[in-house]
């Protein structure tokens, strides 16, 4: 089978043009992988540091070198400043599910969990909230409150 050089090109520039479209495929999914990556190891390490520190509150409390209500006041101070993103923050509430930290919703400071979401999004959010809390220690972030 003999080809004109025309057709010999146009094979050549459609080898070529597949195996750049191929290259642009693979480098945006490995950039994409990477960010995700690099997110999600940035926000695991955001979250470890928050319990590390709620953590050293608590043992503050337990050995009383703070009383409960400074200890609080402090970890909704520290907490506030938590924010990962310029839309993402770890939210903190207490055991009433009263919001004691929201860094980029301060209004919400105060204000029951019930009253903020709808039920439909309580359902799900307290549902990964639980799911979260059977992966913490995959994590290493288990802690046990005193």
Known sequence: MHLN??????????I?????FGSIIMGAYNVRYTLETNNVTR???LLTNAKNTIA?????????????????RLASELMQSYAYSDNEY???TDENLVFLAAPLDPQIIGQSFESIVSHEAKSHILS???VAGRLLPTLGLQHERT
Request: aromatic residues 10%; proline residues 0%; glycine residues 2%.
């Open 56 to 72: 050293t509150l608590e043992q503050k409390v337990v050995t009383g070198e703070l009383d409960e209500s400074k200890a609080k």
């Open 5 to 14: 050089t025309t057709t010999k090109y146009v094979i050549i520039y459609l």
């Open 90 to 92: 770890i939210w903190m």
């Open 16 to 20: 070529f043009s597949a195996a750049m």
């Open 128 to 130: 990964n909230l639980t």
């Open 43 to 45: 926000l695991e390490n």
